[in-house]
C-alpha cells in the first residue's frame, strides 16, 4: 500500500507538472456584443460617427502573462453605417472602402504590451482596401467572468475597449481629403466567450 501510495503521488506530481501553468483563455468574439466605429471630420464642422455592424474574430488571453496573448478581427466592410442609406452606399463604393473588391478590413496583432493593471497596446498589422500596415490599439481590459444574460448559459466572457488613430490616405483611400478628414479615429467595443 506504501508503495502504491508513493507512486501514485509521483504521479499525480508528474502530471502537475507538466501543465501549463496558467494557460491561456481561448475566446471567440460575440459578433451580436461587439462594434467597431470610426469617427473623421465633416468639412471642418462636426465629427460624423460612424459604426461597422459585423466584427468578428478570435482572442487568445493570458491573464498571467498578457505579452502572450494574440487578437485576430474580421470586419465587414458592408456592414458599414452611418445611419443614412445614401450615404452607407457612398461609404461602400470604391471612394471609400470598396465593400465588392474588399469585403473585409482585418486586424492581426504582431506584439502586446502591458501598460498599467487593465490597460495595454496592441501592436498589429491592419490590411484595409488591399494595404497592411502596422497600427497600434490602446486597449483596456474591463472584466472577465461568467456570463449572466440567458442563452448564455454562464459561460466566461470577457470584455475589452480599445482605440487608435490612422490616417486614411496611408491605406489608399484618398477621396476628398480637402473636404473630410485624413485622420480617422478608430475605437471597438469587444465581448468574446471562452471556447
Known amino acids: 500500500m506504501k508503495f502504491k501510495t508513493i507512486f501514485g503521488a509521483l504521479a499525480a506530481a508528474t502530471i502537475l507538472t507538466t501543465l501549463p501553468a ?4 481561448k475566446l471567440t468574439i460575440d459578433p451580436d456584443h461587439a462594434s467597431a466605429h470610426f469617427r473623421v471630420m465633416h468639412i471642418g464642422y462636426s ?27 474580421v470586419i465587414k466592410t458592408a456592414s458599414v453605417d452611418s445611419n443614412h442609406k445614401k450615404r452607407n452606399e457612398h461609404l461602400r463604393s470604391p471612394d471609400f472602402f470598396n465593400a465588392k473588391e474588399f469585403p473585409e478590413m482585418k486586424f492581426v496583432s504582431t506584439r ?9 497596446k496592441i501592436h498589429g498589422n491592419l490590411t484595409l482596401l488591399g494595404v497592411t500596415k ?10 472577465m467572468g461568467p456570463n449572466p444574460l440567458p442563452g448564455y448559459n454562464k459561460i466566461p466572457t470577457a470584455g475589452f475597449s480599445a482605440s487608435t488613430k490612422i490616417m486614411r490616405s496611408n491605406w489608399g ?14 475605437w471597438l467595443e469587444v465581448e468574446a466567450q471562452k471556447k
Not at 460612424?50 to 502573462?65: E, P, S, W
Not at 502586446?112 to 495595454?120: M, Q, R
Open 22 to 25: 496558467g494557460a491561456a483563455d
Open 47 to 73: 465629427r460624423l460617427q460612424v459604426r461597422f455592424n459585423d466584427v468578428r474574430g478570435n482572442i487568445v488571453f493570458d491573464q498571467a502573462d498578457i505579452t502572450k496573448s494574440s487578437v485576430s478581427v
Open 112 to 120: 502586446i504590451e502591458k501598460t498599467g493593471a487593465k490597460t495595454g
Open 134 to 143: 502596422p497600427v497600434t490599439l490602446d486597449v483596456t481590459f474591463n472584466r
Open 173 to 186: 483611400m484618398k477621396y476628398a481629403l480637402k473636404g473630410i478628414g485624413d485622420q480617422v479615429e478608430i
